[in-house]
């Protein structure tokens, strides 16, 4: 990450939601504050992104994945959840949507010192004001205790919470990864959304050439993917850690959910989006 600056990942992912709203008019997520977020360089960046048709899978995903988490934080929120966790939240905004604002619902946003103070610049020059029910946190995800932080931050581990961890996990390695896990599967009735990528083996090998060839262009951006997850060696850790209840969605299953398609074939390597849920303690 380059000082003063948020991270490749973070901007790039504000980028897409952005270019969703104005490309796929929001049909698959609605965001009112994803391109102003962007400030000066958001017409610049969806530009860049609508003249690239290989973008499009990419930005229907980021759109997807942002959708899916956050109908599962709706429906936790009507089980009586009112602490969500978005967890490395970049330039994402549901703290300034809050749509559940009025029920209760208290937002922690946790990411690394450099990008939050970025983000706060950010609110302030585009005159976005930060509500009083979203707290920050910083944290260091591969060298500080995430219990320690948000604790800190008034977050209560005795109660129960949703935490939304989209676009960080490829980017963290396993020990770190499993870390968090184990931390939100201590607090009751806990629910995590996140998404990861499969193995390269898992890639037929038409297609693992143009995986090797984008780990290579992150890795090149000082952002190297660390970490990948074979879906059912994943399920077995998340059940391990007392996750009882879990939802796994990958390309074809977001194309019949969100796009419209017919029955999801068999699942294919590729990106995911996945739900794990704490039933009882």
Known sequence: MEERHPSHSALGAAGYRAA???LD??????????????GSQGDAIIAALAADPLQKPAR?????????????????????VRQAVVLGAGLDTLSLRNPHAELGLRVFE???PVTQAWKLRRLEEVGYVAPASLTFA??????????????????????????????????LRSVAIMATLRYIASV?????VFDYSEPLENYPPERRAEMVALGKRASERGEPWLSHFDPNDLACKLKGLGFEDL?????????????????AKSPGAGPHVIRARHISD
Do not use: K
């Open 20 to 22: 969703h709203q104005v």
């Open 25 to 38: 008019g929001g049909g698959i997520f609605s965001d009112p504050f994803a391109r102003g977020i962007l």
């Open 60 to 80: 229907i995903f980021m759109a997807a994945r942002s959708r899916f988490g956050e109908d599962c934080l709706a429906a936790a929120v009507r089980r009586g």
């Open 110 to 112: 946790v990411d690394h």
């Open 138 to 171: 910083s944290i260091d995800f591969e060298s500080q205790e995430l219990g320690n932080c948000l604790r800190d931050a008034g977050f209560e581990p005795d109660r129960s919470a949703f935490f939304l961890w989209l676009g960080v996990v490829p980017y």
């Open 188 to 192: 009751p009735e806990s629910e995590v």
């Open 247 to 263: 939802e796994d969605v990958d390309l074809d299953g977001i194309a019949v959910r969100y796009l419209g398609g017919g029955t």
